[in-house]
């Protein structure tokens, strides 16, 4: 059977510490590892040799012409996501793109525009959707005759202030948690948000939202507090009274009117439960590959599309809030 042939844009210290390692183990045992592409062609290499990839290139271009592959992960930095996500749709690749997709929501339209323009999809790398502690909260309120219909969702995220912006921790962190809330909640309708800012770069948040299937819910956010293993939190709450709330990507808890139960995943360096699995990274670089060869009723999730309505309510967000509306680079050493 021919394997399938995996391009990668990218070879900085994320990529590095999540993407390569994932795609080398043995879950992707039908996808060849056919070529990395960086402008600084020594770290291109050091990570072709490294992870055993075939081919190295300073030139994207030249990589697609050259190589017959089946998709490309871009993983450059959100600045330069939309101009060269959108040629490489052109080019004719599916894309699994890093998030964030853009600084700002013109940047992520011009990605959807191409991938409508092209029918080619791209799914965007909120790894914490495929997390196993995520795929078993999911598991239980999807079971509504047992749980009952999601009313309520409290949520949080802690911060921390090595981002230069306010709304840079917002968009490269915290929109982790606007993905989580909406994969339970829906399509949000109405957002209110105060702040308390401390300086003109660090400060607190608190959020209400309204979805609309009627669910409410209230996100904490702020540039303090974490990251560590008191960073995140999210709690599901049903009109049965019972609730699930998965800490730090990591615990479940189910609840009722009399008992509790927790689950955790059972962390093991060389089994399916190593970090890369439970994080998210291996289940949402399958699911991309898997919906590129068209498996049945796979598809990207989340999708551009759904990454466009992100991207928004997190700009009415910070406006509501009366957080500047600024990107600005984070730095490599974070």
């Known amino acids: 059977m021919k394997k399938f042939r995996m391009g990668i844009i990218g070879a900085g210290i ?19 590892r056919a070529a990395v592409c960086d402008l600084n062609s020594e770290r291109a290499d050091r990570l072709t040799d490294k992870y055993g990839w075939k081919k190295t290139y300073t030139d994207y271009h030249k990589m697609i012409e ?43 339209l011009q990605i959807l525009d191409a991938s409508k ?7 965007v790398d909120h ?8 795929n078993k909260a999911r598991e239980i309120v999807s079971n509504t005759e047992e749980f009952g219909n999601i009313v309520q969702i409290e949520s949080k995220q802690h911060g921390f202030t090595v981002f230069p912006t306010f709304y840079t921790c917002m968009l490269e962190w915290q929109s982790h948690n606007l993905d989580l809330i909406q994969s339970f909640g829906g399509e949000i309708e109405k957002v209110e948000a105060w702040s308390h800012l401390v300086n003109d770069k660090h400060g607190s948040l608190i959020a209400m939202l309204r979805f609309k299937n009627d669910i409410l819910a209230t996100l904490g956010w702020g540039t303090f507090g974490g990251p560590g293993p008191y960073d995140e939190r999210v709690e599901v709450i049903s009109d049965k009274g019972k609730g699930v709330i998965v800490t730090n990507s990591r615990v479940v808890t189910y609840y009722d009117k009399k008992i509790g139960k927790t689950w955790t995943s059972n962390w093991d360096p060389v089994s399916e439960n190593q970090s890369h699995v439970f994080n998210g990274y291996v289940g949402g670089l399958r699911n991309f590959i898997d919906c590129v060869k068209g498996v049945e009723g796979k598809k990207p999730v989340p999708s551009i599309e759904d990454e466009v309505q992100t991207m928004y309510w997190l700009k009415e967000i910070a406006k509501k809030a009366n957080i500047d509306i600024k990107w600005d680079a984070v730095s490599s050493g974070l």
């Open 14 to 32: 994320f990529a590095e510490a999540n993407i390569y390692p994932s795609l080398s183990l043995h879950f992707f045992d039908d996808v060849e």
């Open 66 to 108: 050259k190589e017959y592959l089946d998709a490309v992960i871009i993983a450059i930095g959100a600045k330069a996501h939309p101009k060269i996500a959108s040629d490489v749709l052109r080019l004719g690749l599916p894309i699994f793109l890093e998030k964030p997709v853009s600084i700002d929501i013109e940047g992520a």
């Open 117 to 123: 323009e092209t029918g080619n999809i791209v799914q």
């Open 127 to 134: 790894q914490k959707r495929h997390g196993l502690a995520w």
